[in-house]
């Protein structure tokens, strides 16, 4: 089911490229079917309001850039439903769906989309900087890498407080590259902190294939630098990526090791809303229909009997709903009030700070 | 009172906020077990041990970034970069995560974190180890960024900073660190600063000089040697560079006619070029003459002594640039050379 590398030096195997390992013949992990439908629930929820956020941009409601989790939906259910609610979230700008899964609602993320002031962060962050105090979202992170630090010292912090809380650092594979991934690895190694890395390894930073980017294609293996058990998993089946993250956010929890989790999944459209992905072949197209997490698990219940046909348009329909009620909540929300421009510089008010707007001269009104 | 160098302003202050305060703890390169390049956090591991005392990697933007994380979460890191020039190294995470956690997620998350790290040139350190880039810190709405020149300054603001919700570039000048002062009081009744005031530290009538850092005691030397040649210069010390105290400066060159800034950092859009412009926009009807800069000539400084000495602002080329103002003015007091 998945691909471990213990702390000791990696074995000197033949890479598989962006092969992801399956199930295969390994036993099913076990979860009763209410759990099962409660994720596929989740995880339609998740394309739903991605597709309608995919409109809404084309519809001119929602600005700046839009990336969406499209084809990683078993990943984002299966990573959080690995976490307690007390623990901590840092994530990139590949975030609604993460979002959600985290308990906030689908009205807050969407209208944060659509820049009003009722948004997770009232309209300041934008698609991909969420941010939910309550939640513990600690942020989406616009630029690569940066929250690989931070989630680190948000680490440092539970282990200076002596708590117990897990925190969870999602990334892209492109993200393997940056220097801060390998200080923040390292700093976490050294100083044996709560954190769980997640690549999530979807084979492209925008254009540039995984192959073509990592000198070690496999992406896990990096943890072995930093003496850290690190773990493959195959991004697509929830229960697969449920059970490692289980694995790695618990051994953080009661042993305070890091730990590093690669997660393979496809990224069905392109790097961002207005990307048609040209530099994908019309073979690649048709053999990203086949990865699809979404088809792949209503055909696995259906299978089992567990969710029948009409029962999943059902689910569709009620979550189809549940979508357009959060798109007209952030159409029918409030922009920001310009008044409150400058109440967010500065946490500490301060003498000397400049309130003005363009036009306006330094001195006098 | 206890007259004492900057340097152990510093380190006294940093102490007396960690007894005070339990989420204050230090971060930095050889900062424990070496205590410090430049002994500020002397003594401090043995006291508080490597929990609150946590030497780092040489890692800047891992560690500035874990700090800005572990603030987030409601401690109070305190980091020291070794020298300015090496923070180039956290860019990233000082402007685009300190700067804008706060901001850009509707003030839900303030980032309470110092970053200490010493400017200056005149070591003969060559041109990656002394730049005054305090400049691009300056420049971003998210950060403060204070620059005490004298041992009670520097412990009025770093117990400031340390209190402050957001995040804090203090500088710090290696000219400065043996440099003597007196404090107003023990260093644990010192009362801290207020972030964002300039001081007229000295009064006058004749021409204001604006410096911060070392150019701020530079410009006291000055105005000292002018005083005996009956000229009355005020000055006045930034303190803060952002936020900017442009009231203290105005009304100081509106009372003054005429002023000169001393920085040391490079002249092209420097700190001072803010100064002038504030004072054109400010003054300009009570101005009698140009603002004059003096600031660092345009290198990447020199190892040589010689050329090294020539590049830098000093209290010569500050007394030159005054006497010319003085003279454009047509109020000059000295006699014609």
């Known amino acids: 089911m998945t691909e471990t590398v213990q702390a000791a030096p990696a074995r000197n195997r033949r890479t598989s490229g962006t092969k992801t390992s399956r199930r295969g ?341 | 009172m206890a007259n004492v160098t900057y340097r152990q302003a510093l380190r006294d202050t940093l102490r007396a906020e960690m007894l005070r305060d339990e989420n204050v703890f230090l971060m930095g390169e050889e900062i424990g077990l070496f205590e410090g390049s430049y002994k500020i956090t002397e003594g401090l591991l043995k006291e508080f041990g490597p929990r609150r005392v946590k030497d780092t990697p040489i890692a800047e933007e891992g560690f500035v970034g874990a700090a800005i994380g572990a603030a987030m979460l409601g401690l109070r890191p305190v980091v020291e970069i070794m020298t300015i020039n090496f923070s180039l190294l956290a860019l990233d995470q000082i402007v685009n995560h300190a700067a804008k956690i706060y901001g850009m997620f509707g003030g839900q998350a303030s980032v309470p974190m110092v970053i200490r790290t010493p400017g200056g040139g005149g070591q003969q350190l060559g041109a990656t180890h002394s730049q005054n880039v305090e400049l691009f810190y300056s420049f971003i709405p998210g950060l403060k960024v204070v620059a005490p020149s004298t041992p009670a300054e520097a412990s009025a603001m770093l117990k400031a900073a340390i209190r402050d919700d957001d995040p804090v570039l203090f500088l710090e000048n290696l000219a400065l660190y043996n440099t003597k002062g007196e404090l107003p009081a023990a260093v644990e009744d010192i009362e801290p600063a207020e972030i964002g005031r300039a001081a007229v530290t000295r009064p006058g009538t004749d021409i204001t000089i604006i410096g911060y850092s070392r150019m701020a005691r530079v410009a006291a030397e000055v105005a000292e040697t002018l005083a005996a040649e009956g000229v009355s210069a005020e000055v006045v010390d930034l303190r803060s560079l952002r936020p900017l105290d442009r009231a203290t400066i105005v009304e100081s060159v509106r009372r003054t006619g005429s002023a000169v800034v001393a920085e040391d950092d490079w002249l092209t859009y420097g700190i001072g070029a803010e100064i002038a412009a504030t004072i054109q926009e400010g003054a300009f009807d009570w101005l009698d003459a140009p603002v004059r800069r003096v600031a660092m000539a345009e290198v990447p400084l020199p190892y040589a002594k010689s050329l090294e000495t020539a590049a830098l602002p000093s209290a010569e080329s500050l007394l030159t640039a005054v006497r010319d103002t003085l003279r454009a003015t047509g109020r000059t007091l000295e006699p014609a050379r």
């Not at chain 1, 942020?139 to 931070?150: A, M």
């Not at chain 1, 923040?184 to 050294?190: K, Y």
């Not at chain 1, 989790?261 to 197209?285: F, I, Q, W």
């Not at chain 1, 029918?332 to 500065?346: A, G, I, K, R």
Request: one cysteine or more; glycine letters at 10%; aromatic letters at 8%.
């Open chain 1, 25 to 365: 013949g390994a036993a099913k992990p076990a979860a009763d079917a209410e759990t099962l439908v409660g994720y596929y629930r989740q995880m339609l929820l998740i394309r739903r309001f991605e597709e309608r956020a995919a409109r809404a941009y084309t519809e001119a409601k929602i600005g700046g850039y839009c990336h969406l989790n499209l084809g990683e939906e078993a990943t984002v259910v299966g990573l959080m439903a690995a976490l307690r609610p007390a623990d901590y979230l840092f994530t990139n700008y590949r975030e609604h769906g993460y979002a959600l899964s985290k308990g906030i609602s689908a009205d807050r993320v969407m209208a944060e989309l659509y820049g009003r002031s009722t948004g997770v962060s009232k309209g300041w962050g934008g698609s991909m900087h969420l941010f939910d105090a309550e939640a513990r979202l600690l942020g989406g992170y616009g630029i690569v890498g940066g929250q690989v630090p931070l989630a680190a010292g948000a680490a440092l912090a539970v282990s200076y407080k002596g708590g117990d809380e897990v925190v969870m650092c999602h990334m892209g594979d492109g993200t393997t590259a940056i220097g801060a991934f390998h200080e923040s690895l390292n700093i976490a190694g050294l100083w044996d902190l709560p954190v769980v890395f997640v690549v999530i390894n979807n084979g492209l930073g925008m254009g540039t294939t995984v192959e073509h980017s990592a000198a070690e294609p496999e992406l896990y293996r990096r943890g072995a630098a930093y003496r850290m058990e690190s773990a493959r998993v195959d991004g697509t089946d929830v229960l697969a990526v449920r059970d490692a993250a289980r694995t790695a956010v618990e051994r953080a929890r009661a042993e305070s090791k890091p730990y590093l989790l690669e997660t393979t999944s496809p990224r069905l459209k392109g790097h961002s809303v207005v990307d048609p992905a040209r530099y994908r072949s019309k073979e690649e197209k048709e053999a990203l229909k086949a990865a699809d997490p979404l088809a792949r698990m209503a055909l696995e219940l259906e299978e089992a009997g567990i969710l029948s046909h009409d029962d999943r348009d059902k689910l569709d329909a009620e979550v189809t709903a549940e979508i357009d009620a959060a798109a007209a909540f952030a159409d029918q929300s409030p922009s920001p009030d310009v008044s409150t421009l400058f109440d967010y510089t500065y946490a500490t008010p301060v003498p000397g700070e400049l309130r003005r707007l363009p036009a306006d001269p330094v001195f006098g009104s």
